[in-house]
């Protein structure tokens, strides 16, 4: 059993696997992302996180999932075109995974464990979903994709 998110490594949108514990020391702020859909603006939201906090330790971790209505349907190249032509979307972005069921990454099984949603449930129920995790590479909280990043600075500037 994994204790902290610098035990999994994901593929890159460029294929090339990466191990979370290249950000370890690092404030993480990790989203299952899609082109397609109604939240996906908050591309702009987490970009400016990004800009605003990199160089105090802030990392964003997108992560395409086409499990929402269809709604991440490009490839890698189009997927990564998109978010930079769009939103200027400069933080790391990873290949497509699944987050909910069997297919499920094992980073988002961890995730998912470590902060539950509503109710306590497990299960990711939409695109933009936002985990926070602390420079030690524990889960501190979960946030709805109706959390607009913005909201998250607070928490944020906490953990730096």
């Known amino acids: 059993m994994a204790d902290t998110v610098y035990d999994f490594t994901a593929n890159r949108l460029d294929g090339k696997a990466e191990s979370l514990a290249d950000y370890r020391g690092k404030v993480l702020l990790i989203v299952n992302t899609a082109s ?3 939240f996906t603006p ?3 939201g987490l970009e400016k996180l990004q800009q605003q906090y990199a160089d105090r330790g802030l990392v964003v ?4 999932c086409n499990q929402f209505g ?4 490009g490839d890698a190249a189009q997927i990564g ?3 930079e032509k769009n939103f200027g979307v400069s933080f790391p972005m990873f290949e497509k995974i699944d987050v909910n069921g069997d297919g499920a990454h094992p980073l988002y099984r961890h995730l998912k464990s470590s902060a539950k949603g509503l109710l306590g449930t497990e299960a990711i129920k939409w695109n933009f979903t936002k ?3 602390d420079k030690r590479g524990h889960v501190v909280d979960r946030f709805a994709p109706t959390t607009k990043p913005e909201e ?3 928490q944020i500037e906490a953990l730096l």
């Open 36 to 38: 397609e859909c109604g």
């Open 42 to 44: 908050q591309y702009a």
């Open 61 to 64: 971790l997108g992560f395409p």
């Open 70 to 73: 269809s709604q991440e349907p």
């Open 81 to 83: 075109a998109f978010c």
């Open 131 to 133: 985990f926070l995790v």
């Open 152 to 154: 998250l600075t607070g």
